[in-house]
């Protein structure tokens, strides 16, 4: 979901600092919504977790090029679920940001449209979750359909933001056209693996449950939403 280098430039960059900034906005709300149902610490570990989670994933994972951008297993409703959807904002946000400073400089450019496209359909998948799952549901009982759904409105986010920057970027001509629709397809797969990905960590988590759960992870992981 790397946009490359060169798609959009000049004055339209500025079209992406303002997506950044409303999604960072809207994500300090559940900051601080975080810091008071679970206070500091809570937040900084998951945040923590969450950031070394986006970085392996970038970096280590497979991932290729694949058109206009590159195909990751982002596993952004893994980190949603598990940790909570503030640790997973931050979370993405400082992978991303560590990946370009140390490892891809020439993605820093593009930071804030590939931050939008992280950040939006995270914000997206968090609100469809309070109205996708009953609230005497945890998140360790989710169906695989249940995932499926989060995951494919997770990921379409992800093309959809990608198809608009290289379209801003490059317009509506064959070749730039082409190039989106094969990045589409290529996340076909990431559609249907991630939700297993989810199930597997959510099983794992609920075979570890020995308690009232933990202050390291979403409280909904293991409870009802209050």
Do not use: C
């Not at 970096?59 to 090029?65: G, I, R, T, V």
């Not at 058109?67 to 679920?81: A, C, D, F, Y």
């Not at 979370?91 to 020439?106: C, I, R, S, Y």
């Not at 930071?111 to 939008?116: P, R």
Request: aromatic fraction near 10%; charged fraction near 10%.
């Amino acid at each position: 979901m790397h946009i490359e280098p060169g798609i959009v430039d000049g004055a339209k960059i500025a079209l992406s600092y303002a997506t950044a900034a409303a999604a960072a906005t809207y994500s300090a709300k559940l900051i601080w919504q975080e810091l008071k149902a679970q206070g500091p610490i809570s937040l900084l570990v998951r945040s923590a977790i969450a950031t070394v989670g986006v970085f392996v994933f970038f970096e280590l994972l497979p991932h290729f090029s694949v058109g206009v951008s590159e195909v990751h297993m982002i596993l952004g409703t893994t980190l949603l679920l598990i940790l909570g959807a503030a640790p997973a904002a931050i979370g993405l946000a400082g992978g991303l940001l560590v990946q370009g400073l140390f490892f891809a400089p020439t993605d820093l450019p593009q930071y804030a449209m590939n931050l939008t496209t992280l950040l939006v359909p995270l914000l997206g998948i968090q609100y469809m979750a309070q109205r996708l799952i009953a609230p005497n549901t945890a998140y360790v009982d989710l169906t695989y359909a249940q995932a499926l759904k989060l995951s494919t409105a997770y990921q379409g986010g992800i093309v959809a933001w990608v198809a608009f920057w290289a379209i801003y970027g490059n317009g509506f001509g064959a070749e730039n056209l082409a190039s989106v629709g094969t990045f589409g397809l290529a996340y076909m797969a990431v559609i249907l693996i991630e939700p297993l990905a989810d199930l597997a960590v959510l099983a794992t988590a609920k075979a570890l449950n020995r308690g009232p759960g933990s202050p390291w992870v979403a409280q909904r992981l293991y409870h009802p939403a209050s």
